[in-house]
C-alpha cells in the first residue's frame, strides 16, 4: 500500500510518501515540500499548493492520503491558511478517487514514538529510523509529513470513506473502495501510456 502524508501549510505543504508492506514494514519513496509565494495573493497561493498536491498524486498513484488533522492555533490566520491547504490536499485527493484519512498531530507523536507529547526532533529521529534513512528529513514540514504517513500504516483507524470511519464500512463497501482505486489507477496508467 501507497501512503501519501501530508502536513498542510500555505507557505510550505510537506509531502511524504512511504509503502506499507507485509507485517507493516516501511519503505521510504519520497520527501519534499510544495512552496507558494508568501507575497502572492492567497488564491494564487492556494492553486499552487493544489497543483503541487496534484502532481505529486498523479506521479505516486497512492491508495490513501493521509493529512493532518488541522487544530485550533492562537494564531487564527495560521490555522485558516493550514485548514485551506487540508481542504485543497482532500479535493485532490477526492478527484482521483483516493481514500483520505485525518490524524492528529498528538496521534502521529504517539503511533511513532509512543509518546502523543514527543518533542519534533524525537519525532524526526523515530521517522528516519522506521525508513532507514541517514540523515533527519528536513524541513520539519516534511518530516511531519512522512509522520502522517507512518501514523496511516501503524493505525489506520483515522480513515474516511464517503463521510464513515473505516471501521464501519461493510465488506461490501470495502470491496468497492479497493476496486474503484484500481480502476483509478489502471485509468491513470492509460492516461500515462497515451501521454495525457
Known sequence: ???????????????????????????????????????????????????????????????????????????????????????????????????????????????????GMAQKVQVERMVARILGLNTLPKPADAADALAQAICHALRPAGALQGGEREEHLTEAQRQWAEATQRAVKAQHRRNVDRGM
Request: aromatic share 4%.
Open 1 to 115: 500500500m501507497i501512503i501519501l502524508g501530508v502536513d498542510p501549510g500555505l507557505t510550505r505543504c510537506g509531502v511524504g510518501v512511504v509503502e506499507a508492506g507485509a507485517y507493516r514494514r516501511l519503505s521510504f519513496i519520497h520527501v519534499d515540500v510544495v512552496r507558494s509565494d508568501p507575497h502572492a495573493s492567497q488564491d494564487l497561493r492556494l492553486k499552487t499548493i493544489y497543483d503541487g498536491l496534484c502532481a505529486k498524486m498523479d506521479r505516486f498513484i497512492p491508495d490513501v492520503v493521509s493529512i493532518e488533522r488541522v487544530f485550533a492555533q492562537e494564531n487564527r490566520n495560521t490555522v485558516l491558511g493550514t485548514a485551506q491547504a487540508a481542504g485543497m490536499a482532500m479535493l485532490a485527493a477526492a478527484q482521483r478517487g483516493i481514500p483520505v484519512a485525518l490524524h492528529t498531530p498528538t496521534e502521529a507523536k504517539l503511533a511513532i514514538t509512543g509518546n
